[in-house]
């Protein structure tokens, strides 16, 4: 598979592949072809979006390039360069865009991209992104992860229709956005590994062609992780282009899927703490490798665990699911309240599911630990990873209290509806040993 307006049929797994992304151009001076990649698009009058940061480190240049080649633009940048994956940004984007203008531009990377995604799909435009950053894998899927009323959400959006790479751009970002690249890719040793768990318990949809694409992303990101940080030309392209194919297997899918998994959903919960309660956050990127770190460090623990079927079942029919609730409410606020809404739709502590869970986990746990030994690094490999890019490896690191990281686990169990780590130790009646474990070893 590539990713340039790929259209698979007759996959073995069943499913028609397809990614919109009908090009990627990376390489020095890749954004001179802009221009011309407008006009192949058909159009003729860029709307730009670009926060603060991302107009100074190019979008500027941008303007430039359209206006020497005749192309007139409307550009609108957010005053601040810390914008949030919010309603208040999307609006924001929306009741700036011009109606005169025929295809969107996106100067930058996680949040204006996901911001440029959901414009594209709403105008019904052509959308070009011009990355600045190797920082996350969302630049070629058709998914926008937003916070919505407090809690995060992945909204159908359009996939790029051509994406640019321009290393002398990407090199020049800031060290955090190189090493939060990596941590993105990382966190894909996790999510392979429960997207297969849950294919061998659930029967959830799987393609091992979609896996293979993934886990060739990350080899070619971590073998070139050494010149990352020295901002080497081939290093950087390396990883701009690991994480743009780590973005077209998600549209591939269909789904998040093959690209996120409990290591996200840490992430997810302590942006929502922030958003909440001013705690302290970092990057995506750097809060999913943390994430990836304390999964591997959980399922090398289950590895040494013996199921008890018994213990399981009386633990989940005791389980409260109000007392569960009201603790989800102290702990995340208002973001709570969408997360008890979603349950009352998804079921997810039903009985009568869970019966038929238990009986597939305690028949194919064997399965289950041949999946993670395949799929997931130790911890300690994961560990020399982090630290050879300077990341940091701890909640602690990063300004999160180790009282939170235990309840950050509980909780990723009840975002949505996907099968990670936290139910699995949920439906195994070993929730409480696993926070214990976690507390134990930050």
Partial sequence: MTVDGIKTHGCKCGKDHICDVSEVITGKGAISLLPEKIKRLGAKKPFILADKNTYAACGAKVEKILEKDGISCCTYVFPSGDIKPDERTVGSAIMHFNSDCDIIVGVGSGV????????????KLK??????APSMDGFASATSSVDRDGLKISVQSKCPDIII????????????SLISGLGDIIAKYISIAEWRISHLINGEYYCEDIASLIRNSVKICVENSAGLLLREDNAVEAVFKGLVLSGAAMSFAGVSRPASGNEHYFSHIWDMRALEFGDNSSTHGIQCAIGTLLCAKLYEKLLDTVPDKEKAIQYVRSFDLAAHQKELMLFLGKGADAMILQEKDE???SLEKYEKRIDAIIDNFDGIKKIIKEEIPPSKEIEKLLESVSCPKTPVQIGISPSVVPKTFAATKDIRDKYILSRLVFDLGLNDEFCDHLANNL
């Fill in 112 to 123: 204006i991209n996901d911001t440029c995604k959901i414009l594209a799909n709403i105008a």
């Fill in 127 to 132: 959308y070009i992104i011009v990355a600045t």
């Fill in 165 to 176: 790479g321009d290393t002398e751009i990407l090199k020049n970002a800031p060290e955090k």
């Fill in 347 to 349: 079921n997810k502590y």
